[in-house]
């Protein structure tokens, strides 16, 4: 009995299996999953998959055309010929919304405008030191305070030098030797007695020269036949005394620095110049001075010199002005407001506006027309007052957008549009 039912059911198998192999050998099954709705779901997935395959094979083959590009030549960050910049599209009316404003790129006149802050000094030019070479005692002091104005030949001081006196009295000695040897009755000696006179008296007469005693002092030794007991120390020009060592009866030695006289009939301006702005500085340039303790009233000046090192802490340099004071007002360590005007040339150039700074590019958005902007990579040079330097990225006569362009840039960013490094070079 049950070797029966094993052989009918091993029978069934069978037909079974051959039913199958029927039903999917002729087609059939596509009626039978239609009828049991599950046809519907095998055809989406399988557009699914092949669109997969399709878009796997379309990255390899740009792969390999990337690199066929590149054995090739093709300058990097252009796009292969063909294929479409990326652009992002603003219809008219929200860039009226936004406010979006377009502009040329176009080669115009660039100047640049360098305003600092400057400090009046010293002209170290007509800078004076007064000191004495002998050494001595002061005995009178006529100048007795800092600040006061002399005139040149003004006499500032009176030294005693027990030297310089004994020096007069060999002058005055050997005076009376030369006229002494002029009454010897033997011609021959009396000639010899008063040239080595001669000699010796020009000698004393050159010491006393080089210890600062004028002509007339000297005639005036010569004439009252008395040594004089103190040497005038006068002013060498005319100005202002700006430091003052000289006491009364303190002792002095010889090249000790007893006055600073400085005539402020001509100052300098000294102003910090950026580290990033030397270049543009020559000797030579026109600037434009003025303080606010006069407002309305401005000095012109060219710039005299630039000197040679930074200052570490600032990382600025210093440029220097002279400018005429001939009445005084200008007094040291005044400051002042510098304006530096310097012609750039003709050069590419696009509003400052147009210009976003990522941080690590510099992008602008060319106006393709009807509503598309194409961001694009460029690379900045001078900057002036409001426009600045393309120095490659753009040609002269594509519009970029000049307003509203961080609105563009969001809507390009979520719309995920990029830059492509590079640009076009005018």
């Not at 519907?40 to 399988?46: N, Q, R």
């Not at 590009?69 to 929200?94: C, F, H, L, S, W």
């Not at 010293?122 to 002091?141: F, H, P, R, S």
């Not at 001939?326 to 510098?338: A, E, I, R, S």
């Amino acid at each position: 009995m049950k070797k029966r039912k094993m052989i009918v059911f091993a029978i069934c198998l069978l037909v079974a299996a051959g039913i199958l192999s029927y039903i999917f050998y002729t087609g059939s099954w596509k009626k039978v999953a239609e009828k049991m709705g599950i046809a519907k779901a095998v055809k989406v997935a399988m557009p699914a998959a092949t669109e997969q395959q399709a878009g796997g094979a379309a990255a390899d083959a740009q792969t390999k055309s990337d690199m066929g590009n590149m054995n090739m030549g093709q300058p990097r960050g252009e796009a292969p010929a063909g294929e479409e910049t990326p652009t992002v599209e603003i219809p008219t009316d929200k860039q009226q919304l936004i406010g979006v404003k377009t502009v040329k790129a176009a080669i115009m006149p660039l100047q640049k405008v360098i305003r600092t802050v400057g400090r009046i000094e010293y002209d170290e030019q007509k800078l004076a030191t007064v000191n004495t070479k002998i050494e001595g005692w002061i005995e009178k002091l006529y100048v007795d305070y800092t600040g006061r104005y002399v005139k040149k030949g003004e006499p500032l001081a009176e030294v005693y030098s027990p030297e310089l006196v004994a020096t007069q009295k060999e002058f005055l000695n050997t005076l009376r030797w030369a006229s002494q040897g002029k009454e010897v009755k033997d011609e021959r000696v009396s000639m010899l007695l008063t040239k080595d006179a001669d000699v010796i008296l020009e000698a004393a007469r050159e010491r006393l020269r080089l210890w600062d005693i004028s002509e007339e002092q000297i005639k005036q030794i010569e004439q009252t036949g008395k040594p004089v007991r103190t040497l005038t120390i006068y002013s060498p020009v005319s100005g202002f005394v700006i430091q003052k060592m000289a006491i009364q009866g303190v002792r002095v030695m010889p090249g000790e620095k007893l006055f600073d006289v400085v005539d402020l009939s001509t100052v300098w301006i000294v102003s910090d110049i950026y580290e990033y702005e030397l270049p543009l500085i020559k000797v030579g340039q026109m600037a434009r001075i003025g303080l606010s303790y006069f407002p309305g009233k401005e000095f012109s000046s060219r710039v005299d010199y630039v000197y040679p090192s930074l200052a570490g802490d600032t990382r600025t340099a210093k440029a220097r002005f002279t400018i005429p004071n001939p009445d005084g007002v200008l007094k040291p360590q005044m400051f002042t407001n510098v304006e530096i005007k310097i012609n750039l040339g003709s050069r590419l150039a696009v509003p400052t506006a147009a210009v976003i700074d990522t941080g690590m590019r510099q992008i602008v958005y060319v106006d393709k027309g009807e509503g598309n902007f194409e961001p694009r990579e460029v690379m900045p040079g001078l900057r002036s007052e409001d426009m600045v330097e393309i120095i490659h990225g753009l040609k002269a006569g594509e519009k970029v957008s000049s307003s509203a362009n961080f609105l563009i840039d969001s809507e390009a960013q979520l719309k995920g549009v990029q830059a492509m490094p590079g640009g076009h070079k005018h």
